[in-house]
T-cell receptor, first 112, second 116 residues
């Protein structure tokens, strides 16, 4: 069995300040982990993925995430938020066969 | 546009009516998935296809739901005798599975169903 818990349902940051979105996972397997972003009226877009290579993963638009097995965490960060980062973010775990399990999502608001 | 395409984008239907959604995956992708997303929640797995074979169905998929993927290309999701609880965003995704670890799933923009 596998599951994902996103620890914050809503994060509000000022433009130019760091963003931290927290995610903890549970998996019976060696997990593949993903972060997806969903802008209003747009499809889910992959930000980055971890597949057992480097534990620090760099993605698009300046985002990165660090896989910490001892803490079962996969937190997403960005050093400087931009207005265009306002969106819904999903942490996702995939089992070895096919199934993606999504967290409940974190809504990011960026203040000017 | 070579991404995953879903039609229609929006559907409003009366309770009890049947509806059908279509998904056109990225052309060479052998896996196709259907997910459902309700307001304030992450997407939940409904079913998936490996080429034309439907290999798994979630318990969320009641007998009123049926999905097909003839010839392993586009897929349809039909809901019979719709209920208000069926109101949600229905998402389609596809991926190319070649035995690699963690292939990326590409999502369409979804079909938003409202049952009135």
């Amino acid at each position: 069995a596998q599951s994902v818990t996103q620890l914050d349902s809503h994060v509000s940051v000022s433009e130019g300040t760091p963003v931290l979105l927290r995610c903890n996972y549970s998996s019976s397997y060696s997990p593949s982990l993903f972060w997806y972003v969903q802008h209003p009226n747009k499809g889910l877009q992959l930000l980055l993925k971890y597949t057992s290579a480097a534990t620090l993963v760099k993605g698009i638009n300046g985002f990165e995430a660090e896989f910490k097995k001892s803490e079962t965490s996969f937190h997403l960060t960005k050093p400087s938020a931009h207005m265009s980062d306002a969106a819904e973010y999903f942490c996702v775990v995939r089992d070895p066969f096919y199934k993606l399990s999504f967290g409940a999502g974190t809504t990011v608001t960026v203040r000017a | 546009d070579t991404g995953v395409s879903q039609n229609p984008r929006h559907k409003i239907t009366k309770r009890g009516q049947n509806v059908t959604f279509r998904c056109d995956p990225i052309s060479e992708h052998n896996r196709l998935y259907w997910y459902r997303q309700t307001l304030g929640q992450g997407p939940e797995f409904l079913t998936y296809f490996q080429n034309e074979a439907q290999l798994e169905k979630s318990r969320l998929l009641s007998d009123r739901f049926s999905a097909e993927r003839p010839k392993g290309s586009f897929s349809t999701l039909e809901i019979q005798r719709t209920e208000q609880g069926d109101s949600a965003m229905y998402l389609c995704a596809s991926s190319l599975e070649r035995g690699q670890v963690g292939p990326e799933a590409f999502f369409g923009q979804g079909t938003r169903l409202t049952v009135v």
